[in-house]
């Protein structure tokens, strides 16, 4: 009976012992790692949300200034201003896909060049000013001659 009690006992002494603790998987830098049941997202304060202000999105509208531009009409395409004097510039034209970027001028906040590439070797380039974050203008020349004003924002 005796030894019955002693194992009960060290037995109950153990489990109070561990109640307290559990594991929890870390990352390669120490931060906890969450596994989440499926089916379950994680709340908002469980994800890493980037500090800082986040990227918008400026719709483009090119308007013809010469004889070339206006065979093709007007244009639209996206900025997106990734609002540390970078941006992503993209739009269609005769067709085709340019891909590029935009750059705000060093000592000048509002000034910016813009230049964009397609596969096929057509490009553009762009000199604009903006008024705020969300709003500006300005000229981009095509390969082929064509001029157009643009319209970034709303």
């Known amino acids: 009976m005796k030894t ?19 594991v929890v998987p870390v990352g390669p830098n120490g931060d906890p790692w969450y596994v989440y049941p499926p089916g379950v997202p994680p709340t908002a ?4 949300v980037p500090s800082g202000p986040l990227p918008v999105v400026l ?10 531009a206006s065979q093709t009409g007007m244009l639209t395409g996206t900025v997106t201003n990734m609002m540390n004097g970078k941006g992503r510039f993209q739009l269609n034209y005769r067709g ?12 000048d906040a509002r ?21 705020n974050p969300r709003q500006g203008a300005g ?3 095509f390969s082929d001659g064509a001029k157009y004003q643009v319209h970034l924002g709303s």
Request: proline share 1%; charged share 15%; with cysteine.
């Open 139 to 141: 000229v981009c020349t």
């Open 4 to 22: 019955l009690r002693n194992g009960a006992l060290a037995l109950s002494f153990s489990a109070l012992l561990l109640s307290g603790c559990y």
């Open 45 to 48: 304060r469980e994800m890493n």
């Open 96 to 107: 085709e896909t340019l891909i590029g970027e935009a750059t705000r001028v060093s000592n």
């Open 111 to 131: 000034r910016g060049v813009a230049s964009a590439y397609s596969r096929s070797g057509a490009f553009m380039s762009c000199d604009y000013q903006m008024a």
């Open 59 to 68: 719709n483009a509208r090119l308007y013809p200034e010469n004889e070339i």
